[in-house]
């Protein structure tokens, strides 16, 4: 548009005419691009975490503790490191491939085994966030707090509880989101679309595992 | 009938179940490697690199496969992955701040450069015998 054409019309008047244009740039259903913007965004918000994390690992002087102990069970009577996280990893990593295969079964349009597998999914998620609590309250217990923490740098309780809490959380808005989906599903409220909704809510359940990935690496294992 | 199942047919054969249960499988097996890392107590070097592999393998697979990302068209894909691509600049920067802060707090603050981490088993925890 040419300047003497906007003098004319106002600035205002070319973005209403750029943004109502009818275009559309992302030919994908418009809840999945939705949730991918959320995701990205999501991605934002725990990368800060991290980064503040790796900001304090590289400044902090006093020592910081050796997660695989702090972290450890007695099974058997032997002391197991890192075993319970390993264990919740693992779950994640199924609860993903459930949900995989309730986005598979989405195209098929059968209703039952969607509902199916994503309760299983929500049934994982749910004992990893039963696990997570127990991992909090045995820390707790051994006096690590969000200020102060007995095996060395108190960061590390102020870390721990803010990043595992904060990814707590979005695996227990998963739980509900999966199985509100599954019942609407199962209630015929989704009869008329094509099942979009089951991907849209995988992609939010892969983002949380992957979240996990990063976590694990970055600190329980550093 | 016999046009829905050969629609279902189709549909097995264009959504194969069998991709989603080796990534699964894979995933699996890259998490017991990464465990396996710490398990065994590698340190250093090695520690650091196959932590970093294990885990950009594992979160590539979950992208690629489970959110299906490699089936997407370039727009999309280039809308989700290219963004957080700054976040290097933001690594970037705060790990150079980082030593320039751990370096006043030494020099400055008298604080020790290299603390010895202290083993849990040293550590008399109250309550611990609950668990």
Request: glycine share 6%; aromatic share 16%; hydrophobic share 55%.
């Amino acid at each position: 548009m040419s300047n003497q054409a906007v003098d004319k019309v106002g600035h205002w008047q070319t973005v209403c005419d750029d943004w109502g244009d009818d275009k559309q740039a992302f030919k994908v259903h418009w809840g999945k691009f939705m949730m991918w913007i959320f995701l990205v965004s999501d991605t934002f918000i725990f990368s800060c975490f991290l980064v503040g994390y790796m900001k304090v690992r590289m400044t902090v002087t006093d020592p910081w503790p050796f997660p695989s102990e702090v972290f450890a069970l007695t099974l058997f009577g032997n002391s197991i490191p890192l075993i319970l996280i390993a264990i919740m990893t693992f779950i994640l990593i199924t609860s993903s491939g459930t949900m995989a295969l309730a986005v598979r079964f989405s195209h098929f349009r059968d209703k039952k085994r969607i509902a199916q597998f994503m309760f299983i999914t929500a049934a994982f998620g749910a004992s990893f966030v039963g696990m997570q609590a127990f991992e909090w309250s045995k820390l707790i217990a051994e006096g690590v707090r969000p200020w102060v923490n007995p095996f060395g740098a108190p960061q590390f309780g102020s870390v721990f509880f803010m990043i595992t809490g904060f990814h707590g959380l979005h695996v227990s808005i998963g739980v509900i989101y999966l199985i509100t989906v599954a019942m609407k599903i199962l209630k015929g409220h989704y009869d008329k679309t094509d099942y979009e909704i089951v991907e849209i809510a995988g992609l939010y359940w892969h983002f949380v595992d992957l979240v996990w990935v990063f976590i694990f690496a970055f600190f329980y294992l550093w | 009938m016999s046009e829905q199942v050969l629609d279902r047919e189709a549909l097995e054969a264009q959504h194969p179940i069998g991709i989603y249960l080796k990534v699964w499988i894979l995933l699996f097996v890259l998490s017991a490697f990464s465990y396996m890392v710490d398990y065994f107590d590698f340190q250093g070097m090695i520690r650091w690199t196959l932590i970093i592999i294990f885990m950009l393998l594992k979160a590539g697979f979950i992208i690629a496969v489970f959110m299906h990302v490699m089936w997407e068209r370039m727009a999309l894909i280039s809308a989700i992955l290219g963004p957080p691509v700054v976040l290097l600049v933001l690594i970037g920067l705060m790990a150079s701040e980082a030593d320039y802060v751990f370096g006043t707090r030494v020099d400055h603050l008298g604080q020790p450069a290299a603390a010895e981490r202290i083993h849990v088993s040293d550590v008399h925890v109250e309550g611990a015998a609950e668990h």
